[in-house]
Structure formats: C-alpha cells, structure tokens
C-alpha cells in the first residue's frame, strides 16, 4: 500500500529553525518532493531529493533517507510568510504517479 | 509566460448537474494530472494522463470523466454520479526530464449547492 505521514500542525516563531518530518511507505520509489501551499492557493515546489542526503537551497534543506522511509524539511530564519501548508509528495518508480502526504500546516508567530 | 490555467476559479453546481473544469497549459509537457484537495487533508488522484488520447484513473476516479485530445489540455468532468463533490480541484502537469516536478494551476473550487 501507499502511506505518507507528516504532522499536522507545527508552530514557530520568527526567525527561528523549524524541522518538518516525513515518513513514507510506498509500494515504489523515483524521488521525494517537498511542496509549500498557502491557503487557497496552487501548491509550489520547492525541492527534491532521489539520492540520500542533504539538499540545500536557500533558507530550506531537505534531507532524504531511503533506507529508513524518511525526509525532512529544515526552514531557517523563519519569516512570517512561511505560514504555509508543506506538502511531502513521493513519486513512484515508473515516474507516472505522486502519493501525497496530508500536508502540515506551519503557523509562524511573530 | 508559461504556466497552467485552470477555469473557473469557483463554479457552484446543483445537485444532479454536471460540471467540467478546464485545464490548459503551454509548458509542452506530456504529463497531466487532476487531483483533489478536501480541508486539512492531502491530494488525491482523480485521473492522469501521460500521452494524448491516452489517460488512467486514479485513487478516487469514480463519479468523474477525463479527455486528453489534445497536448495542452485535459478537462475534467465532475459528473451526478460523484455523491460528494464540493472540494478544491488542482491540475497539474509534468514532464519525466530532469527533476520532473509537478506545476499545479491556480484551482478550481466546486460547490454543491
């Protein structure tokens, strides 16, 4: 079967470092995808990792290990327009289909 | 600019009509993707489609319809038959280069009234 897990709400405050977690069991893997969605709006990518390890990029990193089923996302220097849904997405091995997790709802207070 | 369009942005339907969102895009990719988005829950996948005139169903296909007629778009059909359809839509589309990341269009919010 297909199961992806994330908190569902997380809170921080500005400036600070927040680390959103994610664990996967798919029945297939070809990459995981972190995507940001503010309410009522179009998810938008922001990084993705295939490889095990740290994937830098700006003020977000995420970190992916295959062998455990798990990757996180690390926000630094939070800043209020952070407040977002994170949406953890893993893309099976044919590369035809993404599961999606439930999303966590980050609320970054000043 | 490049990018996906999704019509309308919030369409109201009575009970027992049917409805169809438009998705359009001009990115040249392959891959299309209708999923949807119910409060404080993930995507789900109604219908994808790889290539034209070709299309598969997803997790949660039953009520509604797809075509792929052409490269650029894949309308979906909310058909009486899905009982419970008032949620956010988002389509999508990909290509298997590279990263292969998903661009999503802006939504469509469907309520049932």
């Known amino acids: 079967g297909q199961n992806i897990d994330q908190p569902t709400e997380m809170t921080a405050t500005e400036g600070a470092i927040v680390q959103i977690n994610c664990t996967y069991q798919?029945?297939?893997?070809?990459?995981l995808f972190w995507y940001q969605q503010h309410a009522g709006e179009a998810p938008t990518f922001l990084s993705y990792?295939?490889?095990?390890g740290l994937e830098e990029k700006g003020r977000f990193s995420s970190f992916l290990s295959r062998s455990k089923g798990y990757s996180y996302l690390l926000l630094k220097e939070l800043q209020m327009k952070d407040s977002a849904s994170y949406l953890c997405a893993v893309r099976d091995n044919y590369g035809q289909n993404f599961v999606f997790g439930p999303g966590t709802r980050l609320s970054v207070l000043p | 600019d490049g990018g996906i369009t999704q019509s309308p942005k919030y369409l109201f339907r009575k009970e027992g009509q049917n409805v169809t969102l438009s998705c359009e895009q001009n990115?040249?990719?392959?891959?299309m993707y209708w999923y949807r988005q119910d409060p404080g829950q993930g995507l789900r996948l109604i219908y994808y489609?790889?290539?034209?005139?070709?299309?598969q169903k997803g997790d949660i296909a039953e009520g509604y319809s797809v075509s792929r007629e052409k490269k650029e778009s894949f309308p979906l059909t909310v058909t009486s038959a899905q009982k419970n359809p008032t949620a956010f839509y988002l389509c999508?589309?990909?290509?298997?280069?590279?990263?292969?990341?998903?661009?999503f269009g802006e939504g469509s919010r469907l309520t049932v009234l």
């Open positions: 990115l040249n990719h392959d891959a």
């Open positions: 990792n295939v490889l095990d």
């Open positions: 798919t029945s297939g893997f070809n990459g």
């Open positions: 999508a589309s990909g290509t298997s280069g590279s990263t292969g990341e998903l661009f």
């Open positions: 489609s790889q290539i034209v005139n070709d299309f």
